[in-house]
């Protein structure tokens, strides 16, 4: 496995404000991705975060409101941009280890906008 | 859309007893199958992963997969309280590591 520390643990932001969060691996990892989990629901792949290039971005989330850098094979950003109060979840990152298709979770971000 | 769906809870089952979760994937191209526990407040973590037909036993938890159905299911035998949790389902293609997870199955193990 891996061990992934996110940066904040959690924030209150106004509403129209944008938060970046940070996502740190132990090793390099070739696969990151970047999730949502709504109060009460279940997870939603947001992105795929790609090293060198453009993230993979899941139907529904768009590059503008999310946008997602990963500079090289241990770190990655995501940023909530032009926040509203929908945005309010908890955003997850994980790593994907080639070896054996599994994903590890970072601890999460719990973000709430007022 | 790839679906995942899992058996609606929440499940109680007495200490001691086998609690069953089950999970159905739409994807027929779909390779990995995962099975995750989320305590309140935490993060998911991995407990269980199955490539192949059949069952995988780990201590306590056996998966099971049955690819013709698109079926896969976790079974914990002699749940504990310490059990009680939300199980979420995964199903990957090889390609990407794209997963995509179920609702989650809220268990309650009673005393």
């Known amino acids: 496995s891996a061990v992934i520390s996110q940066k904040p643990s959690r924030d209150i932001c106004q509403r129209g404000t944008s938060l970046t969060i940070q996502c740190q691996v132990d090793?390099?990892?070739?696969?990151m991705f970047w999730y949502r989990q709504q109060p009460g629901q279940s997870l939603t792949l947001i992105a795929t975060?790609?090293?060198?290039?453009?993230?993979?971005?899941e139907s529904g989330f768009v590059i503008d409101k999310f946008p997602i850098s990963r500079p090289n094979l241990t770190f990655s950003t995501l940023t909530v941009s032009n926040m509203s109060p929908e945005d309010s979840s908890i955003y997850l990152c994980?790593?994907?280890?080639?070896?054996?298709?599994?994903?590890?979770f970072g601890p999460g971000t719990r973000l709430t906008v007022t | 859309q790839k679906e995942v769906e899992q058996n609606s809870g929440p499940l109680s089952v007495p200490e001691g007893a086998i609690a069953s979760l089950n999970c159905t994937y739409s994807?027929?191209?779909?390779?990995?199958f995962f099975w995750y526990r989320q305590y309140s407040g935490k993060s998911p973590e991995l407990i269980m992963s199955?490539?192949?037909?059949g069952d995988k036993e780990d201590g306590r938890f056996t998966a099971q997969l049955n690819k013709a159905s698109q079926y896969v299911s976790l079974l914990i035998r002699d749940s504990q309280p310490s059990d009680s949790a939300t199980y979420l389902c995964a199903v990957s293609a090889y390609t990407g590591n794209q997963f995509y997870f179920g609702t989650g199955t809220s268990l309650t193990v009673i005393p």
């Open positions: 090793s390099q990892v070739t696969m």
């Open positions: 994807d027929r191209g779909s390779q990995s």
């Open positions: 994980s790593v994907g280890l080639a070896q054996s298709y599994e994903q590890y």
């Open positions: 975060a790609n090293q060198g290039s453009e993230a993979t971005y």
């Open positions: 199955i490539y192949s037909n």
